[in-house]
């Protein structure tokens, strides 16, 4: 705990309470292929060192944006039981408190998750289905809707079940990816939200739904905040609404779609929660690149991987999308 405190005083209160200042990897990032749009205002993100059941559903309290109709709760089921997904004890007392179903798409690789009826295998595996019903979102077909940001992908596919809720909980796990350098909300939503053929079309920066094509990283990366929004937009018409939680624990430099993936190297820090997912990632890879290094706590490796793959990009060029904004400021809501 003294170490958490240490943390929070050291990195959260001269950095991200001054506005969210863009740190160095980021802005050597801002401005390529920069997009044209007006600055959004400064975003309010949550914060607790309690990652537990308890700690979850506070955060979502002290968002006072509360639940309505039919809800979509968006995890990752995991690739293996050795993954780092969200365990479903931790996550069970959220997903009961928004009387939410848990929801899913399958995989575009070759995995226990491609398939639809595989898939459902897994999710029982891990326990899922003891907290909520678990919908495979794509498992009946998909659907496509709008993009605003057209410059690589033209609309975003998703599963058909997506229609079915009224509001969504994108709770994400936030860890470092292979191929987008870091996973938080903005890719739960994105490559998480997509089905099979739309992982694909995301991945190929709109050139293909049947192909896996990725020699075009930045391209992927804006295609996933393309995505984002528009996952975002459909959720915010009228009588919709969304949130977004990550959680920050054992932060692999591998996502949860690895079954095997590398030891963390990064001690757990929280759970941030917000209702602009961009300010939500960027307070995140903040915490990740002002951490303070001791034994057996290093956020370098995850720095690295970061970095190797333009990852802080994305957080960029969807501030210049108008999806969020890069300006926040932390509550803790341990101090309240």
Known sequence: MKKILYLISIVLLPFAFACGSTNRQSQAAQGENAVSAPAAPKATVYFTSAISPEGLVAIYKALGVPATGRVAVKISTGESAESNYLRPELIANLVHEVKGTLVECNTAYGGNRTKTEDHRKAIAERGFEKVAPVDIMDADGEMQIPVQDTRHIKYDIVGTHLQNYDFMVNLAHFKGHAMGGFGGVLKNQSIGVASTSGKLYIHSAGRSTTRWISNDQDGFLESMAAAAQGVHDYFKQEGRNIIYINVMNN??????????????RLKDIGILASTDPVALDKACTDLVFNHVDSAGDDAKPLQQRINRQHGLHILDYAAGLGLGSLEYEIIDIDKQ
Do not use: E, L, Q, R
Not at 252 to 264: F, L, Q, R, T, Y
């Open 251 to 264: 932060m692999s430099v591998d996502c949860d779609c690895d079954g095997h993936p590398a030891k963390p």
